[in-house]
């Protein structure tokens, strides 16, 4: 069960709360504790006992200390709690609801199935011995969770459009610093790696590496605390032969970078040293499908920070993701739209992007009904780029846009097809015409105008008073 039976709240909420409530009842008994002890000193001693008086004073800097905790404390609930109220009087879009828990997902994962669930209630359910998927009751071939990049930024995105923070996911139990045991035990793996002469002795490290910092988040802060680390785990793939003649090592190291670069802490300093970013496009050429996809991602999870995403996309990623997008195994495609996409949220990078042949690569994946959501949220970035509207122009996208206003049902993507429709009906009278066409026959945007989302509603209001304008701008020309 994902919510209680009695009180409909999530077990994630029943956590957090209980969490809130323990952290309350403590800070409460040392008020407690603090203010008898105040009131016994006062009164011992006397006001000229100034060693007495300086007890005091430290013991209500103390007291001071707790209420403040105290009133963060609950501050920090009561905005939960309007947070949680305004999801609910929201019409949140059914792509970014947990099939389980029917709310808002704040850490997407992919299944082995395709189906997308909130880590928390997909990881109960495999918790308590289930083995197929909740949705399609399909055998899972195996239980690996995959972050759903691309859907936890659109839901990012909508939440910033409605004036909504997201909540932040549930923090991995695992989490904590690396004690010296495990410290150790890292440091002669990666001693392995850089120094052993036999190559089943790297492979054997390399595989162990990757399990670890897969599995126990503590791991990955090490290579934080360590200058060396980074270029020891990375000396088995110097050079291009060792990609030729290993791919399995080369998968098991691009995989350990994808661990890191999930902590926080970790981003701006794998993507800084100099031999990381190379490795990563380098591995999006050749190597295994996993080694691509996982290089991709590993792309995608450092851009985070906006300084690594010009540093990325100066060093030349977009081009390689392109053609991956292209023609990469599908098991590929969601993290090298994901890595895109967010690399295209940096303004320099979406004429580099275009550039390179995004543009008919992408449409052509929408015109294919191949992942259409991942590639219309990366088109409706690129469409406002001036060097984009002549390609999609020539490329035929008007119609292929209509078509999917008319025949979707994931409002995200009506709403991103008139987005970009709206960027070419700004520049291209043809296009202008293409739309006036389709609605004497069809009415496409003006039902849109009426049904569907808020923006999506002023985007199509918006074309259509330009039709309207043009309308009556030919008719006293004619008169």
């Not at 809130?20 to 016994?40: F, V, Y």
């Not at 947070?83 to 992919?110: A, G």
């Not at 549930?170 to 610093?177: A, F, R, T, V």
């Not at 292929?400 to 993507?413: K, V």
């Amino acid at each position: 069960m994902a919510k209680s039976e009695s009180t409909g709240v999530s077990d994630a909420e029943v956590l957090d709360k209980g969490n809130g409530n323990h952290k309350a009842r403590e800070l409460k008994k040392e008020l407690q504790r603090l203010t008898m002890e105040i009131i016994e000193k006062e009164d011992e001693d006397d006001d000229s006992n100034e060693c007495g008086n300086g007890v005091i004073l430290g013991t209500i800097d103390k007291t001071i200390q707790a209420l403040t905790a105290l009133k963060e404390l609950k501050l920090k609930r009561k905005k939960k709690s309007l947070t949680s109220s305004k999801f609910d009087e929201l019409n949140v879009p059914d792509e970014f609801r947990c099939p389980i828990s029917s709310q808002i997902m704040k850490d997407p994962v992919i299944l082995s199935t395709g189906q997308t669930y909130d880590r928390p209630f997909i990881q109960k359910w495999l918790k308590e011995g289930n083995r197929t998927c909740p949705q399609t009751q399909q055998v899972l071939s195996h239980i690996e969770l995959t972050p759903n990049h691309l859907v936890r930024e659109l839901i990012a995105q909508w939440c910033k459009d409605h004036g909504i923070e997201l909540p932040p996911p549930l923090q991995d139990i695992n989490e904590g610093l690396i004690n010296d045991a495990d410290r150790n035990h890292l440091k002669t793996l990666l001693e392995k790696l850089s120094m052993s002469s036999t190559l089943s002795e790297q492979k054997e490290a390399a595989k162990e590496i990757r399990a670890l910092t897969r599995r126990l988040p503590s791991f990955r802060s090490f290579f934080g605390e360590s200058s060396n680390a980074l270029k020891q785990l990375l000396t088995p793939l110097r050079t291009a032969k060792s990609f030729e003649d290993n791919p399995d090592l080369q998968e098991d190291l691009i995989t350990t970078i994808l661990n890191l670069s999930i902590h926080d802490n970790n981003k701006k300093l794998i993507a800084e040293y100099p031999a990381v970013i190379p490795l990563l496009i380098e591995s999006l050429k050749c190597g295994t499908t996993e080694t691509r996809t996982n290089a991709a991602a590993a792309l995608f999870t450092l851009s985070a920070l906006d300084e690594n995403k010009l540093l990325i996309g100066e060093l030349g990623a977009l081009k390689p993701l392109i053609n991956l997008l292209e023609v990469g195994h599908e098991s590929t495609l969601k993290d090298v739209a994901s890595a895109i996409f967010n690399l295209c949220k940096k303004r320099e990078n979406r004429g580099i992007a275009v550039r390179e042949g995004a543009i008919k690569v992408i449409l052509l994946k929408i015109k294919e009904r191949v992942h259409v959501s991942e590639m219309l949220a990366i088109l409706a970035l690129l469409s406002t780029h001036h060097t984009a509207i002549d390609e999609l122009e020539d490329l035929d996208s008007v119609g292929c846009l209509l078509s999917i206003i008319r025949e979707s049902t994931c409002e995200p993507d009506r709403e991103n097809s008139i987005v970009i429709l709206h960027d070419i009906c700004g520049y291209s009278r043809f296009a202008l015409k293409e739309v006036r066409d389709d609605e004497k026959e069809n009415g496409t945007l003006s039902k849109l105008s009426e049904n569907g989302t808020s923006r999506a509603k002023r985007k199509a209001n918006s074309i259509l008073d330009r039709l309207r304008s043009s309308r009556r701008s030919n008719y006293t020309h004619t008169a």
